[in-house]
C-alpha cells in the first residue's frame, strides 16, 4: 500500500470539500474552569452520518476507478465504518456490502441498511471478520476497504485534525480517540506537518489496550476483543500502515475507564447539549484525567462521534 502523507490529507480535503462537513469547535467555560485551560472541542459527532468515519470513507471510495466502483466494495464495522461506507457508497451510486457484529448497536446496524448498505452479520468474539471481509472480496469481486489500515482512509481522516488546527489556531496538546489507528495517525500526519511542538496523544479504552502495549513494545500487540461500552474502539491491533506513524509521531497512548466515558458523556450532554457516543468521549475524558497537568495550555479533542442509541445512552447514564 501506499504510505499514507499529509499531501495525501491535503487532496483528502479537496476531494470530500462539497460533501463532508465543515463540523463546529465548541468550548465550555466550564470545562475550561475544570482543566485551568483552554479545550477546543472538534465536534465530529456532527458530521455526516455522526462520525470523523465519513472523511475517510468518502475519500476512499471517490479514489477507486470506474471499474471497480461498478463492482461495488466490501467493509467490516462495529458501526461507524459501516455507516460511512454506506452513505458514501449512495452517494457515489456504488453497491455496498457492510459485515457487521451481531452486537453492533441496533442504531448503526439500521441507519447502515437505511443508507442502502447489504448488512451481513458474524459473531467478533469467534470469527475473525478480517477473514470473511477477504473472502468475500475475493468471491464476489469487490474492493475491500478497511475500517483504518488504508491509505485513503488515513488521509481522510486526518482533514478533521487539519481543520482543527485552522479553526483553533496553535494547541499545545491534542487528544485523538484510538481504536485501529486511522483518526490517529491521519491526525499525526497533520500535527507533524503544521504543529510539530503540539503534544499529541491518543486514547483507547482501558480494556482494549492494545495500542499503548504496541507502543510501549515498539512493536503491535495483538489481543482478544476487548470488552468495553466503547464498541467503537473495540479491535484487536493497530495496522501495518497506522502503527508506524503513531511509533513516530504520537507523545503517548492514554486509557480511560468504561466509568470515566459515561461521566464524560453526561458532562457532554448536560453542559454543552451534545450527545457523543462512549468510543467518542475517550480523549476528553483522558484530558479531564491528565487535569492539572493542562493547566495554562491550549487544548484540543476530538469527538469522534455520537452514534449511541437513545436507550442505551439513557441506560449508561442512569446507572452510573
Not at 456532527?46 to 470506474?66: T, V
Not at 458501526?79 to 448503526?108: C, E, R, V, Y
Not at 503491535?220 to 468495553?228: F, K, L, M
Not at 451534545?274 to 491550549?298: H, I, N, S, W
Amino acid at each position: 500500500m501506499t504510505e499514507p502523507t499529509f499531501e495525501g490529507v491535503l487532496a483528502a480535503a479537496r476531494r470530500i470539500e462539497a460533501h463532508a462537513h465543515r463540523t463546529p469547535v465548541m468550548s465550555s467555560r466550564t470545562l475550561d474552569a475544570e482543566l485551568g485551560a483552554t479545550v477546543h472541542l472538534k465536534c465530529e459527532n456532527l458530521q455526516r452520518m455522526g462520525a470523523f468515519k465519513f472523511r475517510g470513507a468518502f475519500n476512499a471510495l471517490a479514489s477507486l476507478d470506474p471499474s471497480r466502483r461498478k463492482a461495488g466494495v466490501v467493509a467490516f464495522s462495529s458501526g461507524n465504518h459501516a455507516q460511512a461506507i454506506a452513505l458514501s457508497a449512495s452517494l457515489l451510486d456504488m453497491p455496498a456490502t457492510i459485515l457487521m457484529p451481531h452486537d453492533a448497536p441496533a442504531a448503526k446496524v439500521a441507519a447502515t441498511r437505511g443508507y442502502g448498505g447489504k448488512v451481513v452479520v458474524y459473531d467478533r468474539y469467534r470469527e475473525d471478520r478480517e477473514q470473511i471481509g477477504r473472502a468475500l472480496a475475493e468471491r464476489d469481486g469487490l474492493t475491500l476497504i478497511p475500517p483504518y489500515d488504508h491509505p485513503d482512509v488515513i488521509c481522510g481522516q486526518g482533514t478533521a485534525a487539519r481543520e482543527l488546527f485552522e479553526q483553533a489556531g496553535e494547541l499545545d496538546a491534542l487528544f485523538v480517540p484510538l481504536g485501529g489507528g486511522g483518526l490517529l495517525s491521519g491526525s499525526a500526519l497533520v500535527r507533524a506537518a503544521l504543529a510539530p511542538d503540539c503534544q499529541l496523544y491518543g486514547v483507547e479504552p482501558e480494556a482494549g489496550d492494545d495500542g499503548q502495549r504496541s507502543l510501549r513494545s515498539g512493536s503491535i500487540v495483538h489481543i482478544d476483543t476487548p470488552r468495553t461500552i466503547a464498541d467503537g474502539a473495540q479491535t484487536q491491533h493497530l495496522g501495518t500502515l497506522t502503527f508506524p506513524i503513531i511509533r513516530r509521531e504520537v507523545t503517548d497512548i492514554l486509557t480511560a475507564s468504561d466509568a470515566e466515558l459515561v461521566d464524560t458523556m453526561r458532562f457532554l450532554a448536560e453542559r454543552m447539549k451534545l450527545v457523543v457516543e462512549p468510543t467518542g468521549c475517550l480523549g476528553l475524558a483522558a484530558a479531564r484525567r491528565m487535569g492539572a497537568q493542562l493547566r495554562g495550555k491550549r487544548v484540543g479533542v476530538l469527538l469522534s462521534g455520537g452514534n449511541v442509541d437513545m436507550a442505551r445512552f439513557a441506560e449508561l447514564l442512569a446507572a452510573s
